[in-house]
């Protein structure tokens, strides 16, 4: 204990921010005298340094180095800043990088960004700030306009109010290939996580009182022009655009602004914003989770587009790199699964796409219809592992996107996922089939005729204790089920041995002999094992109907038995 101790002390000797001292020296003093709860929370906020990956940074906000907080924002823009330089050097390219830094509205994200501008430019780098909080794909998009060697976003994009955190993205003379401007992945992870572990202590870094350049509003006017033309040329379609009703919620995010300018200049006049979550609030106080797939999170949306007679609903998570599509489906207001979305936007990048070298690509985790759709239009296909660091770096793409609400339909533009620029080309899509009297539930099923019913969903199971997430997965390994609703498994893959070409990665692959599929994986931004099942069922003739009841029965019993085999 006394050295735990010792090191909280030594801690709040070199935080730089009086409030997190404060906090940290409440904490301290509550444990000294005796306060159990107050030594265990001690502990968890020194169990060691949030850990830098290939998410960057994500966490709770709080003192200590288990914590988001400035003492531990400074060390990992110093790690990255000295990545950057030695980068530069062995590229035979030395002198200032430059580095591009947007930040949403959590609390802490504009100080945590200033601090990172103050690091790079005392370490000699040329330091671009955003002007204001934007969303994450405008920081994805001027890393590649302004040909950054690096782009920082202070986000914690979907997670709980008291959450933040730390995206970095490789570019410019860093890394030239595909993934130019896509978030890091191995070994960049590694190799700015060591020179973040070396940084010996806040007190040690320079940081520089001004000198770093805040842009101007170009950079945001230069994203909205370029994905409000992906549509093509206005003037053939301005009037069905013009005549397609549209709901928007941002969720108190920052996208709400960029997304009606987008639509706007696109033609779509028709616009309506959940008023209740149209201006940025970090503690998201209507709803419980800031996260368009949660239960209740796109009630407020649902109902305006009910009082308002809507032809579309979009939501935006709070930094709008995710984009939820709803529509109305057998007379009800229904939120279309990530799975379907991505078939839809898929089947219509596909159709605009001559045959040949381009890719449609989609996370393993993701439904398989894409691999069909893109033999179907003479395309190749390519499955990666989940993220869109992954994803994004798909060479030849020009379409990809994971489950989890998350599509790139421009990667020339933003070689990330953009909840933007795919609600555009949704809308555009919902215009096109409105003036022709038809509906997004009916493309739907135009899919399901040509390919098959593709039924996906999830279960998940969520821990306070991480160290039962290994467990999990290790008891699964050691004893996965014999059968997926009553059909035999024919395979059990140990992903972390690859799988399907991919490197390896901590997840279990089943298939059954019905062509049922189940994928468990840890969840890599939440504490949570994930299973992604998957049934296919043919369409017979023209039942549409009958094909999708037999999947959805198929799938209860797949739920079933996967919920058994997690244990809850």
Known sequence: MEELLAKAEAWIEDDPDGVTREELAGVLEAAVGGSADALADLEDRFRGFLEFGTAGLRGRIGAGPNRMNRAVVIRAAAGLARFMTDALAELGAPGPGRVVIGYDARHGSHDFALDTAAVMTAAGHEALLLPRTLPTPVLAFATR???????????????PPQDNGYKVYLGGR?????????QIVPPYDAEIAARIAAIRSVESVPRAADGWQVLGEGVIDDYVARVATLGGDLAPVAARRAATRIVLTPLHGVGGETIERVLRSAGFTDLHTVVEQAEPDPDFPTVDFPNPEEKGAIDLALALASSVEADLVIANDPDADRCAVATMVDGRWTMLHGDVVGSLL?????????????????SIVSSQQLGAIASAHGLGHANTLTGFKWIGRTPRMVFGYEEALGYCVAPELVRDKDGISAALLMADFVSELKEAGRSLSDAIDDLARAYGVYLTSQVSARYADLAEIPATMARLMASPPATLAGSPVVATDDMSQGFRGLPGTTGLHLAAESGARVIVRPSGTEPKVKAYLEVVVPVSGDDVAGAKAAAAETMEALRADVTTALGI
């Open 346 to 362: 898929g089947e219509r990048v596909a159709s605009m796409t001559p045959a040949g070298s381009h890719v449609l690509a989609n």
């Open 145 to 159: 306009l302004l040909d950054a060697d690096a782009g920082v976003m202070v986000t914690a994009s979907h997670n």
């Open 174 to 182: 860093i890394v030239t290939d595909e993934g130019q401007g896509a």
